[in-house]
């Protein structure tokens, strides 16, 4: 069994409130990670990563079809647990640290050419930027620092919308290199 299908058929977390039932995209080829926290209710429902309204808000800040974003080998997304963890008081539970523990790294690994990886979200950050930063928002507003391999963004749930209207500079300074650096390189010929 090659590692997607071990991942997808993963049923380690037995105490989940809905079951385990891993959501993820993932292709040697992607050239975009976006790298998330865990799926919610809808997404585990559907099966689908991003299936709801923070997908739509993230696609609309990288500035991507659904086509695009659906497309493993263009885009690989890798939450830091794959399946819903549940709810607390307020919101998701984090991700469990066990997922990342056991699959992350291989699946890391098989990963050819990833030119971008696009973090949301505290784990994501603390994660792939050794939890250098105190808040995400330090790390959002930090972005140039580790551009253009990787770039820090909140979460884009509907949650976050205070966030965003407290960080007029984010839409403004933030989301416009990144939409071009995404064009460039799903645009890149596959030679390159």
């Known amino acids: 069994m090659d590692l997607l299908s071990q991942v ?9 409130p809905l079951g385990p039932r891993p959501v993820l995209q993932w292709h040697p080829d992607a050239r975009i990670l976006i790298a998330g926290q865990a799926p919610g209710r ?26 695009e974003f659906y497309d493993a080998r263009r885009v690989a997304i890798l939450p830091m647990a794959f399946c819903y963890p549940g709810t607390g008081a307020s919101g998701d539970l984090p991700p469990p640290a066990a997922c990342a523990r056991h699959w992350r790294k291989s699946l890391m690994d098989g ?28 790390a959002v507003r930090d972005w140039s ?20 209207k407290q960080n007029p ?4 300074e933030v989301l416009p290199p990144l939409r071009r650096q995404v064009a460039t390189i799903l645009h890149r010929p596959e030679t390159e």
């Open 169 to 172: 500079w984010f839409e403004r």
């Open 111 to 138: 990963l050819r050419g990833v030119q971008l990886t696009v973090l949301l979200g505290r784990y994501a950050v603390d994660y792939h930027l050794d939890s250098v930063y105190p808040l995400v928002t330090d």
């Open 8 to 16: 997808r058929s993963c049923t380690r977390c037995t105490d989940l």
């Open 145 to 164: 620092q580790t551009w253009p391999q990787r770039i820090a963004l909140p979460h884009p749930s509907p949650r976050n919308n205070r966030w965003l």
């Open 42 to 67: 809808k997404v585990h429902q559907s099966g689908v990563p991003f299936d709801d309204a923070s997908g739509k808000r993230l696609r609309e800040w990288l500035g991507v079809t659904e086509a």
